[in-house]
């Protein structure tokens, strides 16, 4: 990780150094940091940054930004197509056998583990943490010294946190076989993964029997703490996953579960509310101020829902009314209407993904553990999916339409001489179901690529849930999505993707061979019929 790459940073640093006792760079500090053997040059660096000034700063940048030259017995910095002297600063020209300085990944590093050590007594509190973050991944006994003066002066607990295992890790290279058992010893106390893999990197090279079972002793214990990240993590995703189905499969709910209606562009319509959520971003980039760009995802909620409901509204009325009770003809049909819709999507949005970006409240994660993050992306889905369940679960059990749906659904005859006009309530329905489907493209678009071929990664998962919970059964749909989603994560963090949805796959199979009508079978005339 590099923290500064361009000159203009490198004078931000200046500021930084008071807390340090400078020492005026050389020429032949200049000379041993610039050729040579690698390891001479990082210890000759590691000896120049603990007592820095200002052109020791400069010059250090100037070598990370590969802008040095140098002879037999010179050294020369390139800034602005001149050459300057990095000891006097006065301007030099640079002989026709200067040669580039070539730093490979390890001096890289050296050279940004050195700007992290300038970095140490920045008064920009994130500026501390981010070096002190950098010196962890890079320890060095060489650079303690200035790790320990920092860490006198800090005053934010948590950057001295930091620091205190910046120490400990640099002691884990001392010469001193104590210092290195203590060094594993204080580490334990970080339940990290990077902490891990520094002791394991040292586990490697030691050769103390003493100091390697302390080693081992305090992987062990990282281990036992890291294990439960691990299962939160899965836990975390299968719920995430489970969420995005539940998502996909509530429209089919309606579609399929209570109407019958096998329909293939079910995957389609939760591609249009994607692109109208995409559409919705356009509009606030270019018509709203940069502060209301957030909005925009509030905005295509209902917009995506409406896209998709009228589309389906469309579909319902032009085709799926003429096949009711011909299922073969409504699959082919809808197949159809799907491709037609991938197209008429690529003929207006063009063949390649469109970027639909997270508004900054749903931007970075929850940091839980130490191994384990959770992205606001995901948890604004489980979110938005829990009340989009809760939306729907309240219209078709508590308002006028939902008791009209329930009625057709279970009895259309009595339905229609009770005098409700079922034509009207199957559009109503369908148009439901697919403003739902586009509320998923929506929240799809937070997560994934946005494309016409967005809604065919969800289409048979989504049958499977509806299928697995029962036809007609909500319950049974979000059981079976939740139930599905952590099955899944859990079988692919031990025998890897493909591997779980084979074994997914062969689950529903075998679930449906013992239960064909689902978690939860139907009650009523419904079932008889």
């Known amino acids: ?11 931000a640093l200046l500021a930084t150094f008071s807390a340090l006792s400078a020492h005026a760079l050389t020429a032949d500090e200049a000379k041993a940091i610039a050729s040579g053997d690698t390891e001479a040059r990082i210890a000759a660096l590691d000896k120049a940054v ?5 052109k020791t700063a400069a010059f250090i940048q100037a070598m990370a930004d590969d802008a040095v030259k140098y002879t037999a017995d010179k050294v020369f910095v ?12 006065a301007e030099a020209k640079v002989p026709d056998d200067a040669e580039d300085v070539v730093n490979n990944n390890l001096m890289r590093g050296a050279f940004d583990a050195a700007q992290a050590v300038l970095q140490l007594t920045s008064k920009d509190d994130k500026i501390r943490a981010d070096a002190a973050q950098a010196l962890l991944k890079e320890p060095s006994e060489s650079r303690l010294p200035a790790v320990e003066r920092a860490l006198a002066a800090e005053t934010n607990p948590s950057i001295k946190a930091q620091l205190e295992l910046v120490s400990a890790a640099s002691m884990l290279n001392s010469a001193d076989p104590a210092k290195r058992i203590l060094a594993a010893k204080a580490l334990a106390e970080r339940k990290s993964p990077d902490i891990k893999l520094l002791l394991n990197q040292r586990l490697a090279d030691e050769t103390d029997a003493n100091v390697k079972s302390a080693i081992a002793a305090s992987i062990a214990s990282i281990d036992g703490a890291l294990v439960w990240g691990d299962r ?9 996953l489970g969420s995005v189905l539940l998502l996909a499969a509530l429209g089919l709910a309606i579609t399929y579960g209570l109407m019958g209606v096998i329909n293939m562009a079910h995957g389609e319509l939760m591609m249009i509310g994607a692109y109208a959520t995409y559409v919705m971003q356009g509009i606030f980039q270019r018509y709203f101020p940069e502060s209301m760009f957030g909005w925009y995802l509030v905005a295509a909620i209902p917009v995506s829902f409406l896209a998709s409901a009228l589309v389906g509204a469309v579909l319902e009325r032009g085709v799926i009314r003429f096949l009711y009770g011909r299922p073969l003809e409504t699959l082919l049909a809808t ?13 207006l949005f063009g063949a390649q993904n469109v970027g639909v970006e997270n508004p900054g409240w749903m931007s970075g994660g929850f940091t839980m553990l130490s191994n384990v993050t959770l992205p606001w992306n995901r948890i604004g889905i489980i979110i938005f999916a829990a009340l989009v369940l809760l939306a729907m679960g309240w219209l078709i059990g508590r308002t006028r339409l939902g008791l009209f749906v329930r009625g057709v659904t279970q009895n259309r005859p009595i339905a229609s001489c009770m005098g409700v006009n079922t034509a009207r309530i199957d559009t109503y329905a369908f148009a439901l179901g697919s403003g739902i489907a586009g509320l998923a493209g929506c929240a799809l678009s937070q997560i994934g690529n946005v494309g016409p071929d967005l809604g065919q990664s969800y289409i048979v998962d989504s049958f499977m849930v509806v299928v697995m919970g029962g036809v007609g059964q909500l319950a049974g749909t979000v059981y079976a999505a939740m139930g599905l989603g952590i099955l899944n994560k859990f079988i692919e963090g031990w025998a890897g993707a493909v591997l779980a949805k084979i074994a997914v796959l062969v689950f529903i199979i075998i679930f449906i061979q013992k239960r064909p009508q689902g978690i939860f079978a139907m009650k009523g005339r419904s079932a008889e019929a």
């Open 335 to 347: 197949w159809g209407i799907s491709l037609m819709l991938q197209q008429m999507v690529r003929s």
């Open 232 to 240: 939160i993590n899965a836990i975390f995703s299968g719920i995430s």
């Open 78 to 89: 390139i800034k602005d197509d001149k050459s300057y002297d990095p000891v006097t600063g």
């Open 1 to 11: 990780m590099r923290f500064i790459h361009s000159c203009a940073a490198a004078f």
């Open 50 to 54: 603990l007592t820095a000034d200002e």
